[in-house]
């Protein structure tokens, strides 16, 4: 009888705390998650070795209150917001996304938008040159 009760546990919460284990950390992937839209590339969060990494803090920095104006990328553009909150429409779509604090942001070279702050914004930026 014990070794069965025995087994009969493992079967049951072995798996049941995997499972527990799993989603505990689910979240956290959810939270790094990089997507796309309309080709620009947004990471949530990312880790602070990435940002070191990148040598983010030593970019330029930038910072504005709210506005809305239309803006051409010459350059590929990496940003980092600190904060704020910024609505993105792009150009020749009728899409817009927001992009805001904790966000790593890749704007393709070439790309119209009108950015508009909704949330005073502060960022460092970084400029690809050819
Ligand atoms: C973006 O705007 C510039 C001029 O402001 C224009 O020359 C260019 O063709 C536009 N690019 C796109 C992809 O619409």
Redesign the pocket.
């Known amino acids: 009888m014990k070794p069965f009760v025995l087994r009969l546990s493992l079967i049951i919460f072995v798996p049941l705390l995997l499972s527990l284990l799993f989603l505990t950390f689910m979240p956290k992937e959810t939270a790094m998650a990089t997507y796309e839209a309309f080709g620009v590339r947004i990471e949530k969060n990312p880790s602070q070795s990435k940002l070191n990494e990148l040598g983010v803090s030593t970019w330029p920095k930038w910072e504005g209150g709210p506005t809305k104006i239309p803006w051409?990328f010459k350059e590929e553009e990496t940003m980092y917001l600190l904060e704020g909150k910024v609505k993105v429409s792009v150009?020749?779509s009728k899409g817009s996304f927001e992009i805001g604090g904790g966000d790593l942001v890749v704007f393709p070279k070439?790309?119209?938008i009108t950015w508009e702050v909704t949330e005073p914004v502060k960022k460092h930026y970084s400029l690809k040159k050819e």
């Open positions: 051409s150009e020749g070439g790309m119209n």
